[in-house]
């Protein structure tokens, strides 16, 4: 079966830390999806990644990075130098593949880690 | 980035009405899909269609239906609304390259 973890509830920092989010997955498949979206007080899910399970490289997009290690199953979220408009819900997720190559339609969702940035 | 639409946006209704919420789309993606969200709580996916005239139930039990005769639209209706249809639901499209799921805004409904 497939699960997604995310241990932190809620994380509280001050402006200008850095914080890492953590996601643990479980599948038994050998190709699948990861994806983190971040969900603002209004409500929306925004899309924020995509990465297959065949690319272990870290990616970075500003101030955002994540590394995926697959021998952990892991698919860490680090936003650095932290800003107020960062506060959400962050969402993990997991799909697993089509033969096709993308992904299967159920999204696997982990619980959420709220994250406060304080001015 | 994805135009997807949901109405209403928030509604308040009360027990044993008939609602449905709307979602659309433009960018012509087979998948649609919804998911429901309670306050602070993860999602789950509680129905999706591939195309015209395909529907399934997903994870999640819902008492809600939908139905897909357009493209372009993807309605959910529940037939008599209870209070622990209060929820958040969100209707998400995917398709393309990546298959990647885009989320509307949302419609927030609860039913007194």
């Known amino acids: 079966a497939q699960k997604v973890t995310q241990a932190q509830t809620e994380i509280s920092v001050v402006e200008k830390e850095d914080v890492t989010l953590d996601c643990v997955y479980e599948?038994?498949?050998?190709?699948?999806?990861l994806f983190w979206y971040k969900q603002p007080p209004s409500g929306e899910l925004v899309f924020l990644i995509r990465?297959?399970?065949?690319?272990?490289q870290n990616e970075i997009s500003g101030r955002y990075s994540w590394n995926f290690q697959k021998s952990t199953s892991s698919f860490n979220f680090t936003i650095t130098a932290s800003q107020v408009v960062d506060s959400a819900v962050y969402f993990c997720?997991?799909?697993?593949?089509?033969?096709?190559?993308?992904?299967?339609?159920?999204?696997?969702f982990g619980k959420g880690t709220k994250l406060s940035v304080k001015p | 980035e994805a135009d997807i639409y949901q109405t209403p946006r928030y509604l308040v209704i009360g027990t044993g009405k008939k609602i449905t919420l709307e979602c659309s789309q433009t960018?012509?993606?087979?998948?649609m899909y919804w998911y429901q969200q309670d306050p602070g709580m993860e999602l789950h996916l509680i129905h999706y269609s591939y195309g015209v005239n395909s529907t399934e139930k997903g994870d999640l039990s819902s008492e809600s239906t939908v139905s897909r005769i357009r493209t372009e639209h993807f309605p959910l209706t529940l037939e008599s609304a209870r209070p622990s249809h209060t929820s958040q639901y969100l209707c998400?499209?995917?398709?393309?390259?990546?298959?990647?799921?885009?989320f509307g805004p949302g419609t927030r409904l609860t039913v007194l």
């Open positions: 997720a997991l799909s697993e593949a089509t033969n096709y190559g993308g992904s299967q339609g159920n999204l696997i």
């Open positions: 960018m012509g993606h087979d998948k």
């Open positions: 990465r297959n399970s065949f690319d272990e």
């Open positions: 998400a499209i995917s398709g393309g390259r990546t298959d990647t799921q885009y």
């Open positions: 599948t038994r498949d050998t190709t699948y999806y």
